[in-house]
Each structure stands twice: as C-alpha cells, then as structure tokens.
T-cell receptor, first 111, second 111 residues
Framework: DVKVTQSSRYLVKRTGEKVFLECVQDMDHENMFWYRQDPGLGLRLIYFSYDVKMKEKGDIPEGYSVSREKKERFSLILESASTNQTSMYLCASSLFSNEQFFGPGTRLTVL | AQSVSQHNHHVILSEAASLELGCNYSYGGTVNLFWYVQYPGQHLQLLLK??????LVKGIKGFEAEFIKSKFSFNLRKPSVQWSDTAEYFCAVKDTDKLIFGTGTRLQVFP
C-alpha cells in the first residue's frame, strides 16, 4: 500500500512565523502535490512537483513556496504565516498521471 | 482549463435510500475522471476512476459512476446508502498532470 505521511496532524503558529510542512511518500512516485482544503471551496492546488528540484505553481501559490530535494519528500513553506492561511493542508503523490494518493492532512491554525 | 461542478453541496438521506451525486466537467475530448471520498477524520481515498472503456464504472463499497460524454457528466450512484457512507465526496478531472477538484458534497446518512 502507498503511504503518504505528513509531519504534523495539528499545528498552531503565530502571524509572521515561518512554517514548514513536510510530506513523505514511500512508493517512489514522481509527482507530488500540495493542496489546501477549505469548507465550500474543495481542494485547491498550491504547488506540485514532477521530479527532484522541479516545481510548478498551482492555482493559489501566493504566500507559499516548496522544496523537493529528495524524491520522497516534498516540503511546503509559508515564509510569513498569515491568518488567511489557516486551513487544512493535504499532500498527495502519484505515479506519472495516475490516481493521486493522499496523506492525512495537517490542520494549520495561524493566530 | 478544465473545471468541475458539483451542484449538491449537502445531501441528507435515510439509510437504504438511493444516492446520486452530480458531477459535471467543463469540456470534452479525452477525460480521466475520479471520485474521492473523505470519511470524518480520515484522509481522502479513491472511490473509483474512469480512464476509458465501459462508461459504467464500479468502485469500492458498492458505489458506481456513469460517464456520459454528451452531458459532460460523471455522476456517482449507490442504490442503498448506509450510515457509514456519511462523508464528503469529491469529483475530480485530470487536466494535463493535475487534478481539478469540485467543491465537494457533504453526505449525511441517518439511521
């Protein structure tokens, strides 16, 4: 079974802090994705990556950056957290263009 | 770019009732379509997918979906729901190497 793990289930940070969300997958998938999930808005793609050191902007990249130094790990970075970044963050991975496998999510609260 | 519409935002049913959740995508050609489910407190998981072939797709837990090309639709169905089907359901369409998600339908099933 594919396993996608995220470093924290719950996280509370203060406005202006730098926040790192980590995601690791164990199935040697090429593609990795970061989404945020908000009620009534569904899942919105923040960034994705096709390969190590490669990244592509999704639909809502503003205020976020990403890092993929190793194939299995994809990090989402909030350079200066703001209250409107309070959300559920979901990581996913896929083998080429096939179905995506999701992690459990990190619920981030920015105070 | 593709977009996905889920018109039912919140559906409430009694056990044993039949279910149909609507999903429409914006334009045709070759499409890959997915339904994902998120049970309370759990991660998103794939219910079923359509890539090609038989337009009636069977998924897990008794769910099925029908791809109707002329209507740009991929509606999810289950003949008899159970309390354990209470969850949020997301339709998604593949757009190049990304998935575009609908806003989700929250299903509540009462015993």
């Amino acid at each position: 079974d594919v396993k996608v793990t995220q470093s924290s289930r719950y996280l509370v940070k203060r406005t202006g802090e730098k926040v790192f969300l980590e995601c690791v997958q164990d199935m040697d998938h090429e593609n990795m994705f970061w989404y945020r999930q908000d009620p009534g808005l569904g899942l919105r793609l923040i960034y994705f990556s096709y390969d190590v050191k490669m990244k592509e902007k999704g639909d809502i990249p503003e205020g976020y950056s990403v890092s993929r130094e190793k194939k299995e790990r994809f990090s989402l970075i909030l350079e200066s957290a703001s209250t409107n970044q309070t959300s559920m963050y979901l990581c996913a991975s896929s083998l080429f263009s096939n179905e995506q496998f999701f992690g459990p999510g990190t619920r981030l609260t920015v105070l | 770019a593709q977009s996905v519409s889920q018109h039912n935002h919140h559906v409430i049913l009694s056990e044993a009732a039949s279910l149909e959740l609507g999903c429409n995508y914006s334009y045709g050609g070759t499409v890959n379509l997915f339904w994902y489910v998120q049970y309370p407190g759990q991660h998103l998981q794939l219910l079923l997918k359509y890539f090609s072939g038989d337009p009636l797709v069977k998924g897990i837990k008794g769910f099925e979906a029908e791809f109707i090309k002329s209507k740009f639709s991929f509606n999810l169905r289950k003949p008899s729901v159970q309390w354990s089907d209470t969850a949020e359901y997301f339709c998604a369409v593949k757009d190049t190497d990304k998935l575009i998600f609908g806003t989700g339908t929250r299903l509540q099933v009462f015993p």
